[in-house]
């Protein structure tokens, strides 16, 4: 099979398509065909060798997110079976490939509605932004929510399922397009992250009360300055940070306010389930419509790499294998 592997660690050009023996499920493991798989940030961290949460041993397959064909599946599997359609919640041996092994906890049902390459944009960002907003914000029904990055895989799964649940919507693009595709999926205003003094645009379209909920994508730019915008008893969960940052904690005190760090990576076994149901349930009534900005052959991971660094997210990155 074709697949992509990392020899050593480094930047993207260390991404290279590979012929690699196939696979065979193991007790209690599935084989599937990846029929596309999904690109995230945390891919090019990994693939560094500097990101502390998960080193793989050389040489490796990247990718968490993949949707496809279950191919066979190992002795003891009852779950599911060869010829049904999953979307992959990380995988043993990686998914960037033409087959992906994982556990039959990783493996759970797409819908056909949802497309193959939609599925491989469904678990690590919608779970992120479920976690964030429920399980770490206990985000309620009337509060506002500024989705800090609301163009990309998390932020657009942030919109979708704030809306979804009642909140008011203030999302943000760095581009005219992005922000096009922010009110698309839902939101009730879009502001530019790149321009000016948009945080006091927030501020007004909160009627100068302050936002409840922040979902922090870039907190190492932003941590400092989103604070003096919480309402009080307001809530930062910080989702993506790419070095320190300086804040005030005054801007904390006088509000009661709160900023909570989460890893979708280290959530409790109980917490993951509790997400695995709503994901079911959203791609069963439709809030839950990942958007696939771009789709590329799987020969072209290094490229995906880069892209997904570079901005102008519209959306997911995809590989076709
Ligand atoms: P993505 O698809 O690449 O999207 C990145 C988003 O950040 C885009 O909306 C981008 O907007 C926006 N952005 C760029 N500059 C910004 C700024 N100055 N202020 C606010 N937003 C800005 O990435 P993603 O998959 O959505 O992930 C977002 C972040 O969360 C990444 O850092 C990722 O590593 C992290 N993450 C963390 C977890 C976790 O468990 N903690 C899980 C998933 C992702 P434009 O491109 O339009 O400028």
Redesign the pocket.
Known sequence: MKAIRVNEFGGAEVLKLEETPDLKPGPGQVLVRVKAAGV???DT?IRTGTYGARKPALPFTPGMDGAGIVESVGTGVTRVKAGDRVYLADSISGTYAELALCSEAQAHALPGKVSFAQGAAVW??YA?AY?ALFQMAHAKAGETVLV????????VAAVQIARAAGLRVIG????EQ?RKLVLEQGAHFAVD??GGDYLAEVLVHTGGQGVNVILE??AN??LGKVLPILARNGRVV?????GPVEINPRDLMGRDARIIG????TAPPEDAAGIRSALAAGMENGTLRPVVGREMPLADAAKAHTA??E???L??IVLIP
């Open positions: 995230n940030p945390v961290y690590v960002p992120t976690r800090h990055g609301a163009s990309g895989g998390v932020g943000t693009g760095g581009t992005g992250h790149r994508m870039l730019v932003n910080v989702i993506g940070s790419r989460m890893s979708l990576l997904i660094m901005g102008g997210a959306g997911k």
